[in-house]
């Protein structure tokens, strides 16, 4: 057994990160990171939202998220516990209700076929010209856009290898970011190896890229989802 809240904040300490970075990275809130790190669970909305920011968080100080998980549930989760939801009892529906709105839909139905039958007969639209009645136009597709890959430094900032679409694809940068300084390509798919994450901001398609602080990273980074890569 070991203390939750000491040790993530000692991790972070450790990492020099502060809350502000931290929930700009992993999208948790700074309160509940706090939270997490007094032990104060009952901030937090529920159960679920505990293990997932737990794992969350633990993995981007490069932590096991799991075993925080693990020792959570051992200790707290029973608290969470809340009373089944009583059966909800269906109303009972009126058959002559039932029957009448039938009957009014058929009659309305009836109605606007009678009417668009009228306008067909009688509006006088000459076809004899071969002028058609409703002019079209051919909608054009839009333009696909291709996503974009910014890496923009951070205090020191950081060296990063990227290349495209994987680990053998082509290197397009090779480079230390400085604090400040930005890099920017065209690309849906790129692999990073990056020397010091937390010196990195990442961001694909307009999008912020959580990369966990553990040094020498290597990911695959999509639109979609940022795949982490061992070894």
Known sequence: MFEIGNSLREARVRQGLDHPQIELATKIRAKYIRALEDEEFGILPGDTYVRGFLRTYADYLGLDGQLY??????????????????????PRRDRGIERRAVFLALVGIAALTALVFAAWKFGGIDTSKGTPAVVRTQDRPAAAVTPELELRGVGKGSYVE???????????????????GVEKLRGARFYL???????????????????????????????????????
Do not use: I
């Open 69 to 90: 998980v693990d020792e959570y549930a051992s200790r707290f989760a029973a608290s969470w516990a809340e009373d089944p939801p009583l059966p909800r009892s269906r």
């Open 162 to 180: 990227v290349r495209r679409t994987s680990a053998s694809g082509k290197v397009v940068l090779q480079a230390t970011v400085p604090g400040g």
């Open 193 to 231: 190896a990056v020397r010091n994450p937390v010196g990195l901001h990442v961001k694909l398609g307009g999008k912020t890229v959580s990369l966990p602080a553990h040094r020498n990273l290597r990911v695959v980074v999509t639109p979609e989802r940022t795949t982490r890569l061992r070894g």
